[in-house]
DNA sequence: CAGAAAATGATTGACGTCCATCAAATTGCA
DNA sequence: TGCAATTTGATGGACGTCAATCATTTTCTG
């Protein structure tokens, strides 16, 4: 009644402990009419290896890694964070992680930290990705190495990872573009676009979206050509106070990328009423741009729940358990009211 | 330099294996002293017990149950099938779960509910809750018995639960009204409510949320009484179909409540532009109403992530161990576009 | 100071798996 | 048929903890 022990399937199979192990643990030496019974006992108990004793008994460690862009960018830094402290959490459960920083954006950059990785001697990573082929051999030398590989936050090629974890960034411009269609309640009105850079997929796959949503169901609404801005604030600095005294025609800002705290410092100089704003990622610049009322809306992926997700999914994989349907991320709306505590101002609560 | 062990610590502390189990299974005959030589090289050792190998050993089962209200409502139907699934992959790792359907929404056939299941021996259980004294007598008679009690969705009296997971429910009404205030773009409105009952402390909690908000930073818009519906689809139906006709000043609708079939089939029926609309609680209903564009925006709370949570507490409140700061749970705001694909209408996909 | 009570140490067998070793049985092939 | 190669079985020691037993040693009490 509770769950059968591989004993119990090699007695089904009416063969020894000894040779059930070398079967379920492909140690080879083994004839293919036993690795046959045994597969039949074990499908026919509805048997599964008890990971807990197995990793006592191997005195497994799951040495896990994350390739993070190096930088100071905000949303990395909060994933970074949010890395260290379930990776602190789990050193209890015997799982080791380091977070190697690679040039951002940079496809040689991700390449060869790829490589030279791959001499290391992990379990599995997870990758902020680029789509390009020449990481194709880096990342076919990672998986001979039995190493398991994902895609996070940005993927890679479909082909040479074994899962993506991040959001559909068509569906979070598609959001973005919703909320404001929603916000000019049948009004006329003019969007000014800002983009950090039209060779980012994400950003211009948000675009598209919001793009597409606009033309679909908001037609009065005219997307402005987007603003290059090169995630640099100042500049977003520059361009926003530009748009907001000679521009009074346009009633909404979307930042597509980074460098909102140059936005937000433009258009708190601005005395008079402001256009809808919505910006992606809720770091400490943008929350408190929600909190000053200086935006509107915040579309945000759950960098929390991401890295969450990317452990669980690492462990399974290497474990070579399969999981649970999951369900997939979606972007997250965040207004001033819904603002989840900020866990970098306020102690560390008790959890009763 | 990997985790310390029992015997590690028994050895810094200078006393027996023996004598270290003793101290940290609180078996009793203990001389005070050692309990603090070996509490002293606990701390100093970092010494976190292996709750594996403890498992293993003594083959524990975690006995688990839920308190549901009983009933065909959508969301709790929702809940109860997250609740399954995850029950379904947790048997792997021997906990066991029963869920208990309870009177709906009655102190005292929940109290007779708890009493009864307090005669069970469950080591935890997530109530779905309600505020009332009459709970104490139950509560602390199962809290006596060791069972670790937690409030789900709705929460217990605050002395007598270990933890609540679930939204601040006067949160998700200030969500609501930001959302219908943005939408309003300026303009000056009526925004009908719909309450199931007053006596419902998340519904007035909602109402109260929506209210301030409201009046706070949308001082045009009035927030009409709210129609009493007691969740009824039937009901709100009627009604709803009474205000699209009879109050073209409507320009907004809002429901807190349940039974938003009603509401949404009426909206469906009126061939004219209609009012912006929220509701609560992301089900078939209500997505499908999102999808076809007879409503806005829908708040939720995310049962399945509370599901999960709930399981996380309940495991780590039985095994004494304590948890990572886990961010708040804030309500979620769809719109068509973020929807999460519908795990009941498509077949369950491979995880690769 | 003796005798009882309390505290400690030492040890052992689970739990389910991994991994290694050695002997025995079965097969293949010349 | 005989010898080697392959395949099996049996076994034992980890891994870290729990739980129990029994023999000692220490401490307390009259």
């Known amino acids: ?36 019974k045994v597969r039949e006992a074990v ?80 379990d599995g990573v997870a990758i902020v990705g680029l789509q390009s082929e020449s990481l194709e051999g880096p990342l076919v030398d990672l998986r001979s190495r039995g190493v398991k590989v994902i895609g996070l936050v940005s993927d890679l090629p479909r082909e040479h990872r074994a899962a993506y974890i991040g959001i559909d960034n068509i569906v979070a411009g598609r959001t973005a573009a919703r909320m404001t269609g929603l916000a000019h309640a049948g009004q006329a009105g003019a969007i000014q676009t800002f983009v950090g850079s039209m060779d980012a997929r994400d950003h211009t796959e948000r675009l598209d979206g919001f793009r597409a949503v606009v033309s679909e169901d908001y037609p009065q609404l005219d997307v402005l050509e987007p603003i290059l801005t090169k995630d640099d604030p100042s500049f977003l600095y520059a361009q926003t106070t530009k748009v907001l005294t000679r521009a009074p025609n346009v009633t909404a800002l979307y930042n597509v990328g980074a460098g909102n705290s140059g936005l937000v ?35 945000d992926q759950r960098p929390d729940i991401e890295v969450n997700r990317a452990f669980t999914m690492l462990r399974a994989l290497i474990d070579g358990r399969d999981l649970p349907p999951l369900p997939d991320l979606m972007p997250t709306i965040y207004v001033r009211d819904n603002l989840p505590a900020d866990p970098l101002n306020q102690k560390t609560k008790d959890q009763n």
């Not at 460690?61 to 990395?76: D, E, H, Q, S």
């Open 43 to 122: 499908t026919r108990l509805d048997y599964v290896r008890n990971v807990a004793a197995a990793n006592l008994s191997r005195k497994r460690v799951y040495r896990l890694a994350f390739l993070i862009p190096k930088g100071t960018n905000a949303f990395f830094n909060r994933i970074k964070h949010h890395i260290a402290s379930v990776a602190e959490q789990m050193s209890v459960e015997n799982v080791s992680v380091d977070v190697f920083e690679v040039s951002a954006f940079s496809v040689d950059g991700l390449s060869d930290s790829i490589s030279e990785f791959g001499q290391l001697d992990f």
């Open 265 to 299: 410092a433009a258009i708190g100089n601005q005395p008079a009423k402001r256009p809808f704003c919505v910006v992606h990622e809720l770091v400490a610049h943008s929350r408190q741009a929600l909190i000053d009322g200086h935006i509107d809306l915040v579309i």
């Open 1 to 36: 009644m509770p769950n059968p022990t591989l004993s119990d399937v090699a007695q089904a199979a009416g063969v020894s402990y000894a040779t059930a192990d070398r079967v379920i643990n492909n140690r080879g030496n083994v004839a293919q009419k036993s690795i046959e």
